[in-house]
Structures are given as structure tokens and as C-alpha cells.
């Protein structure tokens, strides 16, 4: 017997030996998995902010989850679920003895496993580590680990972790993030009944959903209201009146991205810095004033709907960039007419000829040599001829978009009316290898050294357009567009953060002012009449491509400077109709007719510079400066195209190789 009962005992210790090992080897695997838990760090949405504070989009990965720390947490959102859940949560220690027995009754009873008997510490542990496979395996170490968890955690860090790591259906994890979806509420908002609705969400978050299943979600919240009704947690009053509350849910999606293409250029621009910019829960404040983005969206369609007129054709697109001169900081950016059909942002990725848009820029230039407004400009035919890059021979005779020409014009009236020939032939005067070396501040990627760009024959986008138009906005100074002021981490730190940057000056302020003056008379008088708006100063300029395939208005108030394109993605033509002056130009309009609406204390006049004069020339007024003084001894204009008329210059000029316009034959529209 006794070597029996040794044997035995022998048998024991070894087995008990290998229990040991094997729970040994376990709680090292359950440790690592319990210290995910506590060192919690869930993946959390970066929230997008307008300069107002307001709220333009969440971005995520997989799942959308607002943090909220357990202070912001209200009681009765607690309680509620406590008492639906599992009442006895403060009294045990991550495992309820009673409620496994219970739960093993039912089980034996059924000859299944039909209930868990789980607490919450149990569910927030199988939510996040554990499969809902029902076997005495996964239950053991959930039973484990909910005894861990409960030792290195206080009961409030637990419920924190559980309210914001549950699903509460429609794409929301976490409390938060569903008072905010469902209701519009941050959770110190939120009602009894709401908060019982939100309780008892975990247990379906489906087949609860308060959006598809509104008398589901409520008679589950009855049940909530009713369990801390028994439990003495409310009184018959609170009771009755959260009984009789039928709240209002929303069906919006909180994920709703109200900018969608400035959602998209954040991303690419600065996820490549931050790799968790969708997970880490960055609170990203933009340049964007989410009032003017509704415009520009508004706008957008407005030039969509004038070109249709025109052109009936499905492919038209639009784009629009609103940028504040002074600082570079983008207000609005709507880079497509439909961001559900076309995800490609127009305003920043698309390439495309100014035309006349461009042609203030020449005129600046012409300026700055030492021309007034009032200077005579010839517009006449001239022919260029020139020698390519292959040595051939060419021939550029520009015309203008009604194939007349005028004589001589000043040069306020040359660009009032968009005059090609007089804009050729000034720059001719100036020298295009000056033109161009003057054009370099204006820092456009593969600018063409050619003639051809006088005309606007050079691609940029609406972005670059804003960019170098702040040259006027910004009396002479050219800044870096801007789209994001900071960044600032799930703990409040600072991260990143931009300041408004000078790039070049590329006239004096007093110079950039007779630029102004001239293209406010554009809009008064010229191309431009269409984008007039009572009530405030505006300055612009239209531009159509040859062959209509892009049209255009580029202009700014005293504060605020708008650039809007159509055309096509494939550079078809469009109809005839489309231009910058009819299409585009009443669209600008509309864009400040409601900004003056929503802002009426906006800056309604230009500041005119120290060095900024008026004065009489022929009868007319005329503003100068000291380096575009008023012309002295010039005659009318009668007297002089009388006598121009029977001597008109028509003779070719030679041009330096690479000057001509390689595009031969190109008829660049003014409008």
C-alpha cells in the first residue's frame, strides 16, 4: 500500500508541477494582454478645426473614436450603465462569483452556453483581446485577467477605458463620439434618457441603432431608466419625466466632412510627418473659415450652372480659392464641382493657362520701368519672327479676340479691354529678356522664356494664381499660401505650427496701388463688369484660353482675393460663350455679394500708400507715382492716331532665339 500511496504521490506533484508551469506560462501571456489595457493608448480620431474653432471633419483610420477622460464623464451616463450592466461593479473585484453561478444554472439548464455572467471589466476585456467564442478556456482567462486588471486599475480607469473603447453602433466607438453623433451633444449635455439610450446601446449595437430602430432604442432605454428606478438610483420624478422624453436623434453621420478637398491636402501634406495623423488624436486648427467654404462650394456651382448655359456638356468642371492677401491664409478651397464623382482637387493639382488673367503682371512690370496709366500703348498688328530651338524659321502674328486693332491706347485702356496686340507690343518695348528676368520673383515652376507668355501661355494652378495675385492684394509683397496654424497632440502639446512667410517683394506698395486702380476699372468698365458688387471695392482680371478651354476671374477686395476656374480635365474646348467675363466673372460676384452678407464689417475700401498721387492729363484724372509719373507733352489721343493712321508700323520684328511663341499661330481670347 504505502508504495501505492507514493506512486500516487509522485503522480500529484507532477501534475501539480505542470498545472503550476502551464498557469505559470499563462498569467506571463495574460500580463502582456493586461498591460495593453493599462497602459491604454487606443487609436483616436484627429479632429480638423476651422480658424473659428468650428469643426469641419473628422479623419481616422478604421475606427472613429472621440477621447473623453473620465471627469467628462456625467454620473447619470455612469450609473446607467452600471445599473443595466452590472450593478454589483464597485463591490467586486473583476469577477462576480454569484453571477458565473447563476450564468453556469442557465447554461445547464439550456445544455448550451447562454449566458456569460460577465462584469463589465470581463466585457471590456473580451471586447478588446478575446474572441466571443463560448468555451471554459476563454472564460478561465478572461476570469483571470479581469482579476489583473482589477489590481493594477482603480474602478473609475476602468470605466473610462470601457466607455471609450465599446461600439455604440453607426461608426461610433466610444461614449463621446456617439452623444455627439446621435444627439449633437457634448456628454455634459446629455439628458437622463438620452444617457440611458446610450447605456443601453453595448449590449446591440445594432440591432439598437437609434437611427434604424427608434422604439427599440427606447424601450431599451425604458429598461435602463427602469433598473435605476429599482435600484433607488433615481426617484419616481426622474423616472416619469425621462420615461415621457422622446429625444431627438440625428441621422447625419458625425464623420461628415463639410471640406472635403482641404481634408484631402492636409492629409497629404502632413501625414508623411505624423504616421498616426488619422489615429493619434490631433486637434488640427486650418486657415479655413468654414462660412467662406460654404460660399466657395456655393460659388463653384454658380460658375458650373453659367458655363452649362453656354456649353451643355457633362465634363465642365470648377475650382475655387479664397486666400487672404496679407498672411497667405487660405479661407476656402473647393477643388472640383462634385467631390463624390472626382476626388482630384483642381485648385491645387490642376495645371492650366491663365491667358489674360496673367496679363497685369506684364503691365506691373511696365510700370515699375517708369509707365503711368495714362501712357500710350500701341495696339497695331506687328508680325515676330524668330528661330526655334531646331534652327527653323517662325513666324507670331498675335491678334486680338475681335481681330481689330485700335492705334494707340493708354495703358490702363490696354488692359481695361484686354488688348493682346498693345499687351505684345509694350512688352516688345520693355524687352522680353527684362520681362522675364522681372517674371522670376513671381517663382512659377517651368515658366516658359518665351513671348508666349506675355499672353498667358505658362501653366499654373488656381493655388499659384492666388499666390502671385497677393502681389496686388498685398501691395507688392508675395506670401506663402497657408492652410494649417498648428497642430496640437491628444495631450496638448504643440506639435507643429506655421507663421505667415513674405517669399519675394515684387513691387513697392505705391506701385502695386496704380495696379489696382487699373483693374478695379476692369470690373468697373472693362472685361470685368460682371463681377461687380455694391457696396465694396474690387479689383480683377478675366482670362480665356485660346479655343475657350479655360476660363477664368482673378481678382480681390481689400482684404480678401478670389481666384475661380472652369474648363475640362482633358483641355477640350469648351462653347464660344464660356469665358472669364460672362461665365466666371458674375460667380466672383456672387462670392462677395455673400461675403458682404456674413460679414458686414469686412474692410469695404483699398488703402491708398504714401506716394500715391492725382492728377490731370487731356482733361482726364489720373493717379501716379514718383518712379510712373503723369506723361509730360503727350498729345491726344485724336491728333495722334490721326497721324498714326497714315504711317502704321507694320514692319516684322526679329526676335532672339527662344523669344518666339513656339505654339505658332496661338490666338490668345482677352476675356
Request: aromatic share 10%; net charge neutral; charged share 20%.
Given at each position: 500500500?504505502?508504495?501505492?500511496?507514493?506512486?500516487?504521490?509522485?503522480?500529484?506533484?507532477i501534475?501539480?508541477?505542470?498545472?503550476?508551469?502551464?498557469?505559470?506560462?499563462?498569467?506571463?501571456?495574460i500580463?502582456?494582454?493586461?498591460?495593453?489595457?493599462?497602459?491604454?493608448?487606443?487609436?483616436?480620431?484627429?479632429?480638423?478645426?476651422?480658424?473659428?474653432?468650428?469643426?469641419?471633419?473628422?479623419?481616422?483610420?478604421?475606427?472613429?473614436?472621440?477621447?473623453?477622460?473620465?471627469?467628462?464623464?456625467?454620473e447619470?451616463?455612469?450609473?446607467?450603465?452600471?445599473?443595466?450592466?452590472?450593478?454589483?461593479?464597485?463591490?467586486?473585484?473583476?469577477?462576480?462569483?454569484?453571477?458565473?453561478?447563476?450564468?453556469?444554472?442557465?447554461?445547464?439548464?439550456?445544455?448550451?452556453?447562454?449566458e456569460?455572467?460577465?462584469?463589465?471589466?470581463?466585457?471590456?476585456?473580451?471586447?478588446?483581446?478575446?474572441?466571443?467564442?463560448?468555451?471554459?478556456?476563454?472564460?478561465?482567462?478572461?476570469?483571470?485577467?479581469a482579476?489583473?486588471?482589477?489590481?493594477?486599475?482603480?474602478?473609475?480607469?476602468?470605466?473610462?477605458?470601457?466607455?471609450?473603447?465599446i461600439?455604440?453602433?453607426?461608426?461610433?466607438?466610444?461614449?463621446?463620439?456617439?452623444?455627439?453623433?446621435?444627439?449633437?451633444?457634448?456628454?455634459?449635455?446629455?439628458?437622463?434618457?438620452?444617457?440611458?439610450?446610450?447605456?443601453?446601446?453595448?449590449?446591440?449595437?445594432?440591432?439598437?441603432?437609434?437611427?434604424?430602430?427608434?422604439?427599440?432604442?427606447?424601450?431599451?432605454?425604458?429598461?435602463?431608466?427602469?433598473?435605476?428606478?429599482?435600484?433607488?438610483?433615481?426617484?419616481?420624478?426622474?423616472?416619469?419625466e425621462?420615461l415621457?422624453?422622446?429625444?431627438?436623434?440625428?441621422?447625419?453621420?458625425?464623420?461628415?466632412?463639410?471640406?472635403?478637398?482641404?481634408?484631402?491636402?492636409?492629409?497629404?501634406?502632413?501625414?508623411?510627418?505624423?504616421?498616426d495623423?488619422?489615429?493619434?488624436?490631433?486637434?488640427?486648427?486650418?486657415?479655413?473659415?468654414?462660412?467662406?467654404?460654404?460660399?466657395?462650394?456655393?460659388?463653384v456651382?454658380?460658375?458650373?450652372?453659367?458655363?452649362?448655359?453656354y456649353?451643355?456638356?457633362?465634363?465642365?468642371?470648377?475650382?475655387?480659392?479664397?486666400?487672404?492677401?496679407?498672411?497667405?491664409?487660405?479661407?476656402?478651397?473647393?477643388?472640383g464641382v462634385?467631390y463624390?464623382?472626382?476626388?482630384?482637387?483642381?485648385?491645387?493639382?490642376a495645371?492650366?493657362q491663365?491667358?489674360?488673367s496673367?496679363?497685369?503682371?506684364?503691365?506691373q512690370?511696365?510700370?515699375?520701368?517708369?509707365?503711368n496709366?495714362?501712357?500710350?500703348?500701341?495696339?497695331?498688328?506687328?508680325?515676330?519672327?524668330?528661330?526655334?530651338?531646331?534652327?527653323?524659321?517662325?513666324?507670331?502674328?498675335?491678334?486680338?479676340?475681335?481681330?481689330?486693332?485700335?492705334?494707340?491706347?493708354?495703358?490702363?485702356?490696354?488692359?481695361?479691354?484686354?488688348?493682346?496686340?498693345?499687351?505684345?507690343?509694350?512688352?516688345?518695348?520693355?524687352?522680353?529678356?527684362?520681362?522675364?528676368?522681372?517674371?522670376?520673383?513671381?517663382?512659377?515652376?517651368?515658366?516658359?522664356?518665351?513671348?508666349s507668355?506675355?499672353l498667358?501661355?505658362?501653366?499654373?494652378?488656381?493655388?499659384k494664381?492666388?499666390?502671385?495675385?497677393?502681389?496686388?492684394?498685398?501691395?507688392?509683397?508675395?506670401?506663402?499660401?497657408?492652410?494649417?496654424?498648428?497642430?496640437?497632440?491628444?495631450?496638448?502639446?504643440?506639435?507643429?505650427?506655421?507663421?505667415?512667410?513674405v517669399?519675394?517683394?515684387?513691387?513697392?506698395?505705391?506701385?502695386?496701388?496704380?495696379?489696382?486702380?487699373?483693374?478695379?476699372?476692369?470690373?468697373?468698365?472693362?472685361t470685368?463688369?460682371?463681377?461687380?458688387?455694391?457696396?465694396?471695392e474690387?479689383?480683377?482680371?478675366?482670362?480665356?484660353?485660346?479655343?475657350?478651354?479655360d476660363?477664368?476671374?482673378?481678382?480681390?477686395?481689400p482684404?480678401?482675393?478670389?481666384?475661380?476656374?472652369?474648363?475640362?480635365?482633358?483641355?477640350?474646348?469648351?462653347?464660344?460663350?464660356?469665358?472669364?467675363?460672362?461665365?466666371?466673372?458674375?460667380?466672383?460676384a456672387?462670392?462677395?455679394?455673400?461675403?458682404?452678407?456674413?460679414?458686414?464689417?469686412?474692410?469695404?475700401?483699398?488703402?491708398?500708400?504714401?506716394?500715391?498721387?492725382?492728377?490731370?492729363?487731356?482733361?482726364?484724372?489720373?493717379?501716379?507715382?514718383?518712379?510712373?509719373?503723369?506723361?509730360?507733352?503727350?498729345?491726344?489721343?485724336?491728333?495722334?492716331?490721326?497721324?498714326?493712321?497714315?504711317?502704321?508700323?507694320?514692319?516684322?520684328?526679329?526676335?532672339?532665339?527662344?523669344?518666339?511663341?513656339?505654339?505658332?499661330g496661338?490666338?490668345?481670347s482677352?476675356?
Amino acid at each position: 500500500m504505502s508504495n501505492i500511496f507514493q506512486r500516487f504521490t509522485k503522480f500529484i506533484i507532477i501534475i501539480s508541477i505542470g498545472i503550476i508551469g502551464a498557469m505559470i506560462f499563462a498569467y506571463t501571456q495574460i500580463s502582456l494582454d493586461a498591460n495593453k489595457l493599462i497602459d491604454y493608448k487606443p487609436e483616436t480620431s484627429s479632429v480638423v478645426l476651422d480658424r473659428n474653432g468650428n469643426q469641419v471633419a473628422y479623419i481616422f483610420k478604421d475606427k472613429h473614436r472621440l477621447y473623453a477622460k473620465y471627469d467628462e464623464i456625467p454620473e447619470k451616463v455612469v450609473y446607467s450603465l452600471i445599473a443595466i450592466e452590472d450593478s454589483g461593479f464597485f463591490e467586486h473585484k473583476g469577477i462576480s462569483p454569484e453571477a458565473i453561478l447563476r450564468a453556469i444554472f442557465k447554461d445547464i439548464q439550456a445544455g448550451s452556453f447562454v449566458e456569460g455572467g460577465s462584469t463589465l471589466t470581463q466585457q471590456l476585456i473580451k471586447n478588446m483581446y478575446l474572441s466571443n467564442e463560448k468555451t471554459i478556456g476563454r472564460k478561465i482567462k478572461e476570469a483571470i485577467l479581469a482579476l489583473k486588471i482589477e489590481k493594477s486599475l482603480t474602478k473609475q480607469q476602468i470605466l473610462e477605458r470601457y466607455l471609450n473603447e465599446i461600439f455604440f453602433g453607426n461608426g461610433y466607438y466610444g461614449v463621446k463620439t456617439a452623444a455627439n453623433g446621435y444627439f449633437h451633444k457634448n456628454l455634459n449635455q446629455l439628458t437622463l434618457k438620452e444617457s440611458a439610450m446610450l447605456a443601453g446601446l453595448p449590449n446591440a449595437p445594432s440591432t439598437l441603432n437609434p437611427i434604424k430602430y427608434y422604439d427599440r432604442a427606447l424601450n431599451r432605454a425604458d429598461a435602463v431608466l427602469f433598473r435605476l428606478k429599482s435600484l433607488g438610483w433615481i426617484d419616481e420624478a426622474q423616472y416619469e419625466e425621462a420615461l415621457n422624453e422622446r429625444p431627438k436623434v440625428y441621422a447625419s453621420s458625425l464623420t461628415q466632412n463639410l471640406a472635403p478637398y482641404v481634408v484631402d491636402e492636409i492629409i497629404k501634406e502632413y501625414e508623411p510627418l505624423f504616421d498616426d495623423l488619422r489615429t493619434g488624436g490631433y486637434t488640427i486648427y486650418t486657415t479655413i473659415d468654414i462660412k467662406q467654404q460654404e460660399i466657395a462650394q456655393e460659388t463653384v456651382q454658380n460658375a458650373y450652372n453659367n458655363a452649362m448655359r453656354y456649353s451643355h456638356n457633362a465634363s465642365l468642371n470648377a475650382a475655387l480659392i479664397s486666400m487672404e492677401s496679407s498672411t497667405g491664409d487660405i479661407l476656402a478651397m473647393v477643388g472640383g464641382v462634385d467631390y463624390r464623382k472626382s476626388a482630384f482637387n483642381r485648385a491645387i493639382q490642376a495645371q492650366r493657362q491663365p491667358g489674360s488673367s496673367f496679363k497685369p503682371f506684364i503691365y506691373q512690370i511696365a510700370l515699375d520701368a517708369g509707365n503711368n496709366p495714362a501712357t500710350y500703348v500701341h495696339d497695331v498688328e506687328k508680325t515676330f519672327e524668330y528661330t526655334d530651338n531646331n534652327g527653323n524659321r517662325k513666324v507670331w502674328a498675335p491678334k486680338n479676340y475681335d481681330s481689330t486693332f485700335k492705334g494707340y491706347i493708354t495703358l490702363r485702356q490696354a488692359l481695361m479691354e484686354s488688348r493682346n496686340l498693345a499687351t505684345v507690343n509694350l512688352a516688345s518695348d520693355l524687352g522680353m529678356s527684362n520681362v522675364l528676368d522681372k517674371l522670376e520673383a513671381l517663382e512659377i515652376p517651368n515658366m516658359p522664356r518665351d513671348m508666349s507668355i506675355v499672353l498667358g501661355n505658362l501653366s499654373v494652378s488656381p493655388l499659384k494664381m492666388a499666390q502671385i495675385y497677393s502681389v496686388f492684394g498685398n501691395y507688392g509683397k508675395m506670401v506663402e499660401p497657408r492652410l494649417v496654424i498648428k497642430i496640437v497632440s491628444r495631450d496638448g502639446n504643440v506639435v507643429l505650427e506655421t507663421k505667415p512667410e513674405v517669399v519675394s517683394e515684387f513691387t513697392r506698395p505705391e506701385q502695386a496701388y496704380l495696379m489696382t486702380n487699373i483693374l478695379q476699372d476692369v470690373i468697373r468698365h472693362g472685361t470685368g463688369f460682371g463681377a461687380s458688387v455694391d457696396g465694396i471695392e474690387l479689383a480683377g482680371k478675366t482670362g480665356t484660353t485660346n479655343n475657350n478651354v479655360d476660363a477664368w476671374f482673378c481678382g480681390y477686395s481689400p482684404t480678401i482675393e478670389t481666384m475661380i476656374w472652369v474648363g475640362r480635365d482633358d483641355n477640350r474646348p469648351m462653347n464660344s460663350g464660356v469665358t472669364g467675363g460672362v461665365a466666371v466673372a458674375p460667380a466672383f460676384a456672387y462670392y462677395y455679394r455673400k461675403l458682404i452678407s456674413i460679414y458686414p464689417k469686412i474692410k469695404r475700401t483699398f488703402d491708398v500708400p504714401a506716394g500715391v498721387q492725382y492728377g490731370e492729363i487731356n482733361g482726364v484724372n489720373e493717379v501716379y507715382t514718383d518712379i510712373s509719373p503723369l506723361p509730360v507733352g503727350q498729345p491726344s489721343l485724336s491728333d495722334l492716331n490721326a497721324t498714326d493712321a497714315n504711317n502704321t508700323d507694320k514692319n516684322n520684328t526679329l526676335l532672339p532665339n527662344n523669344q518666339g511663341n513656339t505654339g505658332l499661330g496661338i490666338d490668345f481670347s482677352s476675356f
